[in-house]
T-cell receptor
């Protein structure tokens, strides 16, 4: 148990569905991240929310929409996905800052399959 | 942009063999360096880290030394166990909170 909880653990959806992934952290962190993990590819940072920075990977399609209502919760809203979006989606959290020493703690991920 | 390069896997070893997984980075300056491990069906967990040159990170019998002169952070273990079978990720952080990860190296340890 890392203190970062992701739900659901598994999700199967059709290309016309709308669904949301949820991430919650209980570590007192103020930065949260979404990563996409596909087979045989590097971990892809999708979005970052923190006090100091908000990063959006410009290669992420608009069918992925993040929402961060507070420092403990992060959502990833999904709509009209494509089969190539099937992957493991990982959430992480950390203390934000420029030190570069801040450790990211990961959730167990949501395994998404798009049919 | 910055990148991290790891050796291709899978690495297949017998129990009690020695392990080395190579990792090099391109970031300039003095990034912090990390090894994360991902067990089957789980997210990534921090295994060890080093934040300045010549630092040695260690945990669970694994070690890695921050080598500025060769921009490397190789992961080593003297005697692997079946339970060490997992995917290992090298990562660097040169500012703010974002990490740059390598592609990961799968380790398979047989009895």
């Amino acid at each position: 148990e890392t203190g970062v909880t992701q739900t659901p653990r598994h999700l199967v959806m059709g290309m016309t569905n709308k669904k949301s992934l949820k991430c919650e952290q209980h570590l007192g962190h103020n930065a949260m991240y979404w990563y996409k993990q596909s087979a045989k590819k590097p971990l892809e940072l999708m979005f970052v929310y923190s006090l100091e920075e908000r990063v959006e990977n410009n290669s992420v399609p608009s069918r992925f929409s993040p929402e961060c209502p507070n420092s403990s919760h992060l959502f990833l809203h999904l709509h009209t996905l494509q089969p190539e979006d099937s992957a493991l989606y990982l959430c992480a959290s950390s203390i934000s800052g420029r030190s570069g020493k801040n450790i990211q703690y990961f959730g167990a991920g949501t395994r998404l399959s798009v049919l | 942009g910055d990148s991290v390069t790891q050796m291709e896997g899978p690495v297949t070893l017998s129990e009690e063999a020695c392990l080395t997984i190579n990792c090099t980075y391109t970031a300039t300056g003095y990034p912090s360096l990390f090894w994360y491990v991902q067990y089957p069906g789980e997210g990534l967990q921090l295994l060890l880290k080093a934040t300045k040159a010549d630092d040695k990170g260690s945990n669970k019998g694994f070690e890695a030394t921050y080598r500025k002169e060769t921009t490397s952070f190789h992961l080593e273990k003297g005697s692997v166990q079946v339970s060490d079978s997992a995917v290992y990720f090298c990562a660097e952080n040169s500012g703010y909170s974002t990490l740059t990860f390598g592609k990961g190296t799968m380790l398979l340890v047989s009895p």
